[in-house]
């Protein structure tokens, strides 16, 4: 069955909106200044905003509950070492150890309760609880995935497609003529418990977005986000910070959005269309693009084994489009609204760390691309510091990506058939095996330059050292033939003696250095002395052309 496509009457009813963002941010080495061999997060700590989240799988079985039993086990033994590092013999580690053994570690911040957003000019806000605000940091990689989940209550199928819309831009993409900011929402204001203001978005002051990308060809971040992310600073905001971050994807941050529906069945395509591409709201049946855009939206974009009217939790239609992983359902579905064993669970665990996995990968092989470029933007061939800079750098990014591979690189994370099929529809519209191939190409490629060019400089050696033997043999066998004695000096005073031996020192060094000088021009000239087929004249003119000047 497919979903109706008659006109609302009445927009259709959204009992519980929960909506999940994910931005992944490059974390920039640290200062000098810092803590020698610290960690992002150690530094972090410091900062009483953000406390660490020992997680569930501690031992301690009054907080481990089905839920977490249930996503554990949803994964392959590879991936569970990832997300929840390696297990130890019974007591044999405590919270601390068993945190430490995990190449994950994630923050949480408190101090923010709620979010007041107005989506257009106009509009009534909407006040969203912040079930949690967290930063997820990657061992070995110089990454941190910002993930704020917010949630609301009864609100209008076109207002929810607005927020998703919205709600998650790092700063505005443009303003209108009136000097509003197209795309992003009209207000945003972040709440403490008490209901106070404690940041507010300045999307709508054009000037100072203008005049930071003019200044530091770098785009500003909106004061919001800024204030949500603090202390981790815009590597270009001037602001002062060891932690400091720079964009790697784009402004628009991943979404996931799970939607408790009245009556999901009555949805029409073009609503589908709207929330799976996260377009933004429009008439019912006026679709976000043209027909043949979209003429396999299903087939692309949809995942429908649960769409019908039978099953425990009917009417449930999963949307992935890599930036977007969307689960609608009905709101008085028992299993589709259970918090513990049902599809909000599942939302929450399972399909939240399959869309981690997918947007860390990414995010992780921009980033080696981006450090390779960095590296080449630095090399001066002519500067052998700058040589040596590249090829530390390059060797470093090659040693990244090989524990990138061995540890977080993973083409399937699961057998059960849901989340094994979203994974393949995130990876798919992530493209992650193309930019995988494509990075692991372009370090293949500096790894090759780098052989090359080592073996270039021993073969250079090597000739130097033969011609410099070669020419040093004509001295060698004519003393031996004298038997070292052309000079009678055995018998000399001692200064004599080692007046004698610091000329002949210095002598042998010079036409020691001179050859090595020489050494390329003689090579050549020995290339054209064995070579049968070049006449007497020619070896001579090779010969001579050993003390040619360059420019002759």
Not at 310 to 318: E, I, K, L, S, V
Not at 341 to 355: D, E, N, P, S
Request: glycine share 6%.
């Amino acid at each position: 069955m497919t979903p109706s496509d008659h006109d609302h009457a009445v927009p259709p009813h959204v009992r519980h909106l929960r909506q999940i963002l994910l931005w992944p941010l490059r974390l920039m080495p640290l200062p000098a200044g810092a803590a020698a061999q610290a960690r992002p997060w150690e530094l972090l700590a410091a900062d009483p905003r953000w406390q660490e989240v020992v997680d569930e799988y501690t031992g301690d079985t009054s907080r481990f509950h089905e839920r977490h039993y249930n996503e554990f086990v949803t994964f392959l033994p590879y991936v569970q070492r990832f997300l929840y590092g390696e297990g130890r013999g019974a007591g044999s580690a405590g919270p601390d150890e068993r945190a430490a053994a995990s190449p994950m570690r994630v923050f949480r911040r408190h101090d923010i309760a709620a979010v007041r957003l107005t989506a257009r000019p106009g509009d009534a806000p909407v006040t969203m609880q912040i079930v949690h605000a967290d930063l997820y940091f990657f061992l070995d990689v110089d990454l941190v995935l910002f993930n704020l989940e917010v949630s609301a209550d009864d609100l209008s199928l076109p207002h929810a497609q607005e927020l998703l819309y919205r709600f998650g831009r790092g700063y505005p993409p443009g303003w209108d003529a009136e000097g509003r900011a197209q795309h992003c929402l009209a207000d945003a204001e972040w709440l403490d418990a008490e209901g106070r203001v404690l940041a507010r978005s300045d999307a709508h002051q054009r000037d100072n977005f203008l005049a930071h990308v003019a200044e530091h060809r770098a785009p500003r971040i909106a004061t919001h986000w800024a204030a949500m992310l603090e202390p981790l600073v815009g590597d270009h905001s001037g602001q002062p910070g060891a932690l400091r971050f720079r964009q790697i994807e784009y402004y628009r941050m991943p979404v996931m959005a799970y939607l408790a529906l009245d009556e999901p069945q009555a949805l029409t395509r073009a609503d589908f269309a709207r929330l799976g591409l996260v377009t933004g709201s429009g008439g019912p049946q006026a679709l976000p693009y043209a027909d043949g855009h979209l003429a396999d939206f299903e087939q692309r974009f949809c995942y429908d084994r649960f769409w019908g009217p039978g099953g425990a939790a009917p009417w449930t239609r999963y949307l992935c489009s890599g930036h977007s992983l969307i689960v609608v359902g009905q709101a008085d579905s028992q299993l589709f609204a259970c918090r513990d064993r049902g599809v909000l669970a599942q939302f929450r665990h399972q399909h939240f760390m399959l869309f981690l996995i997918a947007h860390f990968q990414k995010a992780a092989l921009l980033m080696v691309s981006d450090k390779l470029v960095e590296a080449l933007r630095r090399l001066d061939v002519n500067d052998a510091d700058s040589v040596r800079t590249f090829k530390r750098a390059i060797r470093a990014s090659f040693e990244s990506f090989l524990r990138f591979t061995h540890r977080y690189w993973f083409h399937e994370i699961s057998e059960q058939a849901l989340v094994r099929g979203l994974w393949h529809m995130c990876a798919r519209h992530l493209e992650l095996d193309p930019l995988y191939s494509e990075v692991k190409e372009r370090i293949a490629d500096m790894s090759h330059y780098l052989e090359s060019d080592s073996l270039r400089r021993q073969a250079n050696t090597v000739v130097r050292l033969t011609v410099v033997t070669i020419f040093g043999l004509v001295g060698t066998v004519t003393t031996g033939f004298l038997g070292m004695n052309l000079l009678a000096e055995a018998d000399a005073p001692m200064t004599r003696r080692l007046a004698i031996f610091a000329v002949t020192f210095v002598l042998t060094t010079v036409l020691t250095v001179y050859t090595m000088v020489k050494s390329k021009r003689l090579s050549d000239f020995l290339d054209v002395l064995s070579d049968e087929r070049a006449t007497a004249w020619q070896k001579c003119l090779a010969f001579a052309a050993v003390w040619r000047r360059s420019g002759d």
